[in-house]
């Protein structure tokens, strides 16, 4: 079976680059994916899948039907935004829209999935259960995976698995984590209400910048004295403001952040934490405040059973070489966390780095990716696909 689908995947090699070149320079904006979903739902279409568009807003969902009668429902995730990036790598296929670029891959992610829905449409239908195509938007805003659960498409799912490119891993090889991938992202609104009066008379007043700046120092001590070392917390205040002119004393401040951790005790427990440290700092000095904690993205945990699928698929197509564990998480945000809430999941990074120059890294306006990991991908996640009905115990045999 590895060598038939290592085959149709090679055999359509030049066209998934195609697609990948023409995804990268017609990128779209979170939520504007228009072009996109229907460029996917027309190669979905023409492969024979199933196809349901506006899921999820701008999402595609494509069903591929088992020809046995395994319940069990395997779903495969990709994104399709881009980013608010002008684009700087001189390629031929850079993007043509102005300011938009796919600098985080994901026109790779739904390269691959389209990539993986061909070849398991050519095998000719092996499949034991129903395999379903999640192509979701919004994922650089956190907000695609939840419109799309809203409109049914982790329904009946019992396994999923996702992807996400890597330039740090070389191309041909794919990176698995056990466990923890990425941190939970919320984000954290602090006003700071004092009174205002004369900058040389501070007994009159309650200087609302000096209490936030003790807040802030407070919250990172209190980090490195209060939470666990073991379960990483960044707290990160990125935008501050307040005041109106030198020499008066500013009335109100507000500090706006992001809070990242990977535990999901830690995180739960997440929003008193500040808000207990606010509150008694605040009390000191006779000021008021505001709070808002507001949650993001949960962590994504990728289960142990299907990642195993995952390393097992990969080492079997690619060999030792092929596969890289990886041993940290990382504190990124990611919403695959929230199809996570549904069924068991897990999300591997497929290495699309270059062997002999260098690399930048996502996001980066020069980010470029060696598109031989493509097939690498769409290989692996096939493979995988097909192996999660034969390995768990429901009687399915290999057919092969
Ligand atoms: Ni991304």
Known sequence: MLTRIKDIAANLAPRLVEIRRHLHSHPELSGQEFQTAAYVAGVLSSCGLRVKEGIGKVGVVGELEGQGNDPRLLAIRTDMDALPIVERTGLEFASRQEGVMHACGHDVHTTVGLGTAMVL???????????????QPAEEIAQGAAWMVQDGAMENVTGIFSLHVFPSISAGVVGIRYGAL?????????????????????????????????IITTLQQAISRTQNPLRPVVLTIGQISGGRAPNVIA????????????????????????????????????????????????????????????????????????????????????????????????????????????????????????????????????????????QTPSGMKDRE
């Open 121 to 135: 449409a050519q095998l000719g239908h092996p499949l034991a259960g129903t395999i379903r195509f999640l192509f």
């Open 182 to 214: 990425t941190a939970a992202a919320d984000d954290l609104e602090i006003t700071i209400i004092g009174e205002s009066g004369h900058g040389a008379r501070p007994h009159e007043a309650i200087d609302a910048i000096w209490i936030a700046s003790q």
């Open 251 to 390: 009335d109100q401040v507000r500090l706006l952040g992001t809070v990242r951790s990977l535990h999901p005790e830690t995180s739960e427990a997440l929003p008193d934490w500040i808000e207990q440290i606010v509150a008694n700092v605040c009390r000191s000095y006779g000021a008021r405040y505001e709070l808002k904690y507001r949650r993001g993205t949960p962590s994504v945990q990728n289960d142990g059973i299907m990642t195993q699928l995952l390393e097992s698929a990969a080492g079997e197509a690619w060999g030792n070489r092929g596969v890289q564990i990886i041993h940290e998480p990382s504190l990124g945000a990611e919403d695959f966390s929230v199809y996570l809430q549904y069924a068991p999941g897990s999300m591997f990074r497929l290495g699309v780095g270059f062997k002999d120059r260098h690399n930048y890294p996502l996001h980066h306006p020069q980010f470029e990716v060696d598109e031989s990991a493509i097939i690498t991908g769409v290989v692996t996640l096939a493979y995988a696909a097909y192996k999660y009905w034969q």
